[in-house]
């Protein structure tokens, strides 16, 4: 990269502290107005609400079948660390009912079934009927029957009873959803007292060097969407996303507002991502 004066350092930092402080009021509401309609972040672009789940929806019926693949390839493989960690800060036994929301292909879900074994159950859901239906083939390829559920569902407007699971995960999927804070409320609906969600997601690099190595990094996802899935625009969008998403502090805040206590977070790579957990008391 070409050297930059201290001066233009200066700016950019300048501007990139703006972009939080405008990510975190953009992110305590539903959504910004826009000439009378409201709109909510797709990536950098500003889409009209009603929108914005259907072309979600388009990005993961596009990347369904190689999503593992270029998960792997994201990640480093580090994905799957991250989500086993998760797991081990669930709490969860044999015999609970886990929410695996917005679950993909079900990284979750096979490692809570083993836990929850016959007496419990798991509930692998998603608003993506491609996504849903890769995960559901791929359990069943390995052997993971018999305590799976699958649900398509909209994270928004669960069709679950109230105090009903002992835990929730969201697994890099809570920065697609519309409504962050409906969701938040409506997780904390179907939860039962005691017990706990965890959002493993995409965050805020705490080490300015790392942050801008990762940024570079994550810059090549479209090439590297391009040349595995022939998909080089939704990898554009997965990058935009990320870079949206609300920080650490911000996401804490909007658990705690939607009623959710002890709320803390884990940052993981010095906060490429983080995993946050609160409990309902």
Known sequence: MPNQDPKQGSNQNSNEENGKQQSRQQFSSAGAHGQGRETTHF???QVPVDQKEKRVAGVFSSVASKYDIMNDVMSMGSHRLFKRFTVELSGVRKGHRVLDLAGGTGDLTKLFSKIVADTGTVFLTDINDAMLRVGRDRLIDEG??????YIQAN????PFPDNFFNCITIGYGIRNFTNKDKALVELYRVLKPGGRLLILEFS???NPILKKAYDIYSSFWPKIGDALVGDSDSYQYLVESIR???DQDTLKDMMTQAGFDKVEYHNLLSGISA????IKF
């Open 244 to 246: 949206v998403h609300p």
């Open 275 to 278: 995993i946050h957990r609160g």
């Open 144 to 149: 993971i029957v018999g305590n799976v559920e």
């Open 43 to 45: 990536g950098f672009e």
């Open 204 to 206: 805020t690099a705490q």
């Open 155 to 158: 994270g928004e407007q669960l």
